[in-house]
């Protein structure tokens, strides 16, 4: 069966620090992966998402990146990271196959910028 | 481009009620939608989901969802709520290729022993 895995659980970092997420898929091949964040009380909004290994589309600007170096690992990066940036960051994949395939997510990194 | 809005951002049931989270959705073409459940400090877990063929669909944990293309709507019901049933409710439908989602903002569901 297809897992997903998102780690840290939970980070604390000062502003003006980098980040780096990291999100992988088991059990299946060429997902498309997706990154989201969830402000506190609010809903889900789509930063990136792949379709394959490279390729990254780009739904905000803002000072985050993507990176997909593998096939099934997603990694959310900063080199600088705001205040603003604050928030709950989810990890998705969905089977590419077919078009009525649901998103699957990770359990979540609870970012706070201090 | 598809959009979803969810009536109601908090929705409190009396345990043993019937929960009703509205749901409706714009789409141009023939929607896939989804249930999604998030509980606290988690991700969100697949409810249930309509693609094709019976338009009332059964998910987990007793829920269900009718589509209504007339209305477009879809509706999450279940009959009876039990107090692990409080968590946060979203709606989705993807677009016409699947690869992108689109997300309401969310209903908070809050049952009442």
Not at chain 2, 84 to 108: I, L, P, R, W
Request: with cysteine.
């Amino acid at each position: 069966s297809q897992t997903i895995h998102q780690w840290p659980a939970t980070l604390v970092q000062p502003v003006g620090s980098p980040l780096s997420l990291e999100c992988t898929v088991e059990g299946t091949s060429n997902p498309n992966l997706y990154w989201y964040r969830q402000a506190a009380g609010r809903g889900l909004q789509l930063l990136f998402y792949s379709v394959g290994i490279g390729q990254i589309s780009s739904e905000v600007p803002q000072n985050l990146s993507a990176s997909r170096p593998q096939d099934r690992q997603f990694i959310l990066s900063s080199k600088k990271l705001l205040l603003s940036d604050s928030g709950f960051y989810l990890c998705a994949w969905r089977s590419s196959g077919t078009r009525n395939q649901p998103q699957h997510f990770g359990d979540g990194t609870r970012l706070s910028i201090l | 481009a598809q959009s979803v809005t969810q009536l109601g951002s908090h929705v409190s049931v009396s345990e043993g009620a019937l929960v009703l989270l509205r749901c409706n959705y714009s789409s141009s073409v023939p929607p896939y939608l989804f249930w999604y459940v998030q509980y606290p400090n988690q991700g969100l877990q697949l409810l249930l989901k309509y693609t094709t063929g019976a338009t009332l669909v059964k998910g987990i944990n007793g829920f269900e969802a009718e589509f209504k293309k007339s209305e477009t709507s879809f509706h999450l019901t279940k009959p009876s709520a039990h107090m692990s049933d409080a968590a946060e409710y979203f709606c989705a439908v993807s677009d016409k290729t699947g690869n992108q989602f689109y997300f309401g903002t969310g209903t908070s569901l809050t049952v009442i022993p």
